[in-house]
């Protein structure tokens, strides 16, 4: 508005540029608050008459359109401005409740429990989601650690409703149920007992002991990896594949229970655990990223977050894009039966 006034003066009563006071007002809507509009409003105002005085324009409707302009601009800048504050606010609250559900279903977990080093990694394939439907968690059980990633059918709040019923839980029952099997079951009660939509949940559950045992239960999820010490990698894939949480009424005979993958991880030896969105992403001729021969490089990192990391990008080199898919990562580092504490 200073530059308005200086031109008004300056180019005296012929130019007519009293109507663009209205202009500091109206910009202000844009960031600034309702009284910041408001007072601008006023200081348009005031100027105005100043400049009507100076070029002996009091009394002329030149000055009468000037000022109804610049309350109707003043006006309409007010109501935008409320309208963007509430919006910031909704905004504020809805990222609020994304920290809230992220931290929930995709908590960073400590860098280390009992024998294990942990680092894990999401990336949403939806810009301006920060969750969906994948998951992961790892708690003590016992000496030990249960772990578990998974995966829910579909998108959007229905899954990540399902997600958080899978998580529930996983927490509830890993630290104190007799085995793998017996957090399935309680995993696969509570999707039963939770009404609404029909959802189906693939998922692995691990249980790694300090001595290196490592026990595996696959509903219908990518094998895991395994990385020996020497750099080789293998999948490790269940005897019998089993269905997905979710479609207990389609396993024949009903009740069977589903079959416990073991092996035994030498110190230094490492886990990953990942979603389809790892094993399914595809380049531009719709080759899937080949896991078996190229995640052995950057996994060959010692740091755990480290490789994550490499491991993503070699992922974005093969497929020359974005993510399609939402992806969850998890890396568990074998430490030894002589790492000590269940906290890190």
């Given at each position: ?14 130019m ?19 009284r910041?509009v ?23 409707v ?59 990694s ?81 998922a692995?559950?691990?249980e ?17 990896l ?34 416990v ?17 790892l ?29 994550l990391?490499l ?16 992806s ?17």
């Amino acid at each position: 508005m200073a530059l308005v006034t200086t031109l008004d003066l300056a180019a005296g009563s012929d130019m007519g540029l009293l109507p663009v006071y209205a202009a500091g007002p109206a910009l202000a809507a844009a960031r600034s608050p309702v009284r910041t509009v408001i007072a601008l409003g006023g200081l348009a105002i005031a100027l105005c008459l100043v400049s009507a005085t100076v070029d002996g324009l009091l009394g002329h409707v030149r000055l009468y359109v000037a000022l109804v302009a610049i309350a109707l601009v003043t006006a309409g800048a007010c109501y935008a401005a409320m309208r963007r504050q509430r919006a910031e606010r909704k905004l504020v609250d809805a990222r609020a409740v994304a920290d809230a559900l992220e931290g929930f279903l995709l908590p960073v977990p400590p860098p280390c429990i009992g024998p294990l080093r942990i680092a894990a990694s999401y990336v949403s394939a939806e810009r301006g989601m920060r969750v969906g439907g994948d998951l992961y968690e790892a708690v003590p059980a016992g000496e030990g650690v249960r772990v578990i990633i998974a995966d829910v059918q579909g998108k959007g709040l229905a899954a990540v409703r399902s997600a958080g019923t899978v998580l529930a839980a996983f927490r509830e029952s890993a630290p104190y149920a007799r085995d793998l099997a017996q957090v399935g079951e309680r995993i696969e009660d509570a999707l039963q007992r939770a009404a609404g939509e029909e959802r189906f949940v693939t998922a692995v559950l691990a249980e790694i002991r300090p001595d290196g045992t490592v026990h595996l239960l696959n509903r219908g999820h990518p094998a895991p990896l395994l990385m020996r010490r020497h750099g080789d990698v293998e999948l490790l894939e269940p005897a019998r594949h089993a269905l997905p949480f979710g479609m207990t009424a389609l396993l024949e005979p009903p009740g069977e229970r589903v079959a416990v993958t073991r092996c035994r991880l030498a110190p230094g030896e490492r886990l990953l655990l990942y979603t389809d969105g790892l094993s399914e992403a595809r380049d531009r001729a719709g080759r899937f990223y080949p896991l078996l021969e190229r995640a052995a490089g950057p996994l060959a990192e010692a740091d755990p977050a480290r490789a994550l990391q490499l491991l993503r990008g070699d992922v974005a080199r093969h497929t020359g894009a974005g993510p399609a898919d939402d992806s969850a990562l998890l890396v568990l580092d074998f430490l030894g039966s002589s790492a000590h504490g269940l906290g890190g």
